[in-house]
């Protein structure tokens, strides 16, 4: 069975720019959650969505957003970007209940310069 | 709000030896899951072990093993006969175990683990 993927695995933007994060789940996997990942905030939950709803959003402002597709594949989106965003991105996987595993991605690294 | 503490920021251990690290969590649920993920250098979060609140029995992987404390909200990780591929940063997270299917993962800070050859 394929893993978690994401893409791209490396991006630089600069400074006011928008970009978009793709996560392609498990097959099967109905629940997607993304995280970002600092050296100085650590792992911190963005959101999650499940069924194409978001079901759970992080402490983030509303220049980070995401959606999910029919497919389960999820997208995030950070607009005007600031030199703070760069960060590990990771998406998560799962069947979308509590019980079950969640699987990460191996991440997308964005550099904003 | 649930916190995660790791209070060991890196560790290091012999090879063939075996090496505890420790987390402690806060929260006011009853029913949740614990977890310890491993991040290698390639970046990919894998997991290791995890525990189920309700359970009494410390859960076991293999080499991996977990001393879960539920009064004390402590929750360690043994790893016996460290092996080099263990070198990683481990990561303690908590998980509700909401009805509503709670996806999210609170993680705390880290601990690097070096394997001495």
């Known amino acids: 069975k394929a893993g978690v993927t994401q893409t791209p695995r490396y991006l630089i933007k600069t400074r006011g720019q928008q970009v978009t994060l793709s996560c392609s789940p498990i097959s099967g996997h109905r629940s997607v959650s993304w995280y970002q990942q600092t050296p100085g905030q650590g792992l911190q939950f963005l959101f999650e969505?499940?069924?194409?709803?978001?079901?759970n959003k992080g402490n983030f402002p509303g220049r980070f957003s995401g959606r999910q597709f029919s497919n389960s594949r999820s997208e995030m989106n950070v607009s005007t970007l600031e030199l703070g965003d760069s960060a590990l991105y990771l998406c998560?996987?799962?069947?979308?209940?509590?019980?079950?595993?969640?699987?990460f991605g191996p991440g997308t690294r964005l550099t904003v310069t | 709000a649930q916190t995660v503490t790791q209070s060991q920021p890196e560790m290091s251990v012999q090879e063939a030896e075996t090496v505890t690290l420790s987390c402690t969590y806060d929260?006011?649920?009853?029913?949740?899951?614990l977890f310890w993920y491993k991040q290698p250098p390639s970046r990919q979060m894998i997991l290791v072990i995890r525990?189920?609140?309700?359970?009494?029995q410390n859960a076991t992987e293999n080499r991996f093993s977990v001393n879960f404390q539920k009064a004390a909200k402590s929750f360690s990780l043994k790893i016996s006969d460290s092996q080099l591929g263990d070198a990683a940063m481990y990561f303690c997270a908590y998980r509700s175990a909401s009805n509503f299917g709670n996806e999210k993962l609170t993680f705390g800070t880290g601990t690097r683990l070096t394997i001495i050859p």
């Open positions: 998560a996987s799962s069947f979308g209940a509590s019980r079950h595993e969640q699987y």
């Open positions: 525990q189920e609140a309700y359970k009494q």
């Open positions: 969505y499940f069924s194409e709803t978001q079901r």
């Open positions: 929260t006011s649920e009853s029913d949740y899951y």
